[in-house]
């Protein structure tokens, strides 16, 4: 019963990356890229390395 069970966790965990891995790879949808694009001309959606430095934390006293 044992085998039975890990061949059916390890069939059910291959369809899921199948799966998550399709969605992962799909394009983002076009509005997505317009908003990117429109927040990145405002200045409102940048990528800072001193942001990334600190593993996306909140800065002090701001909750996410």
């Known amino acids: 019963m044992r ?3 890990a ?3 390890s ?7 199948v799966h998550y891995n399709t969605i992962v790879n799909e394009p983002l949808p076009e509005r997505w ?15 800072d390395k001193d942001n ?4 996306g934390a909140a800065p002090e006293g701001k909750e996410h």
């Not at 990334?52 to 593993?55: M, Q």
Request: glycine content about 12%; proline content about 0%.
């Open 7 to 9: 061949r059916s966790a």
């Open 52 to 55: 990334d430095a600190d593993g």
């Open 33 to 47: 890229i317009e908003l990117i694009r429109a927040l990145t001309e405002r200045g409102q959606f940048t990528r």
């Open 3 to 5: 085998k039975h069970g």
């Open 11 to 17: 069939q059910l965990g291959k369809l899921l990356r």
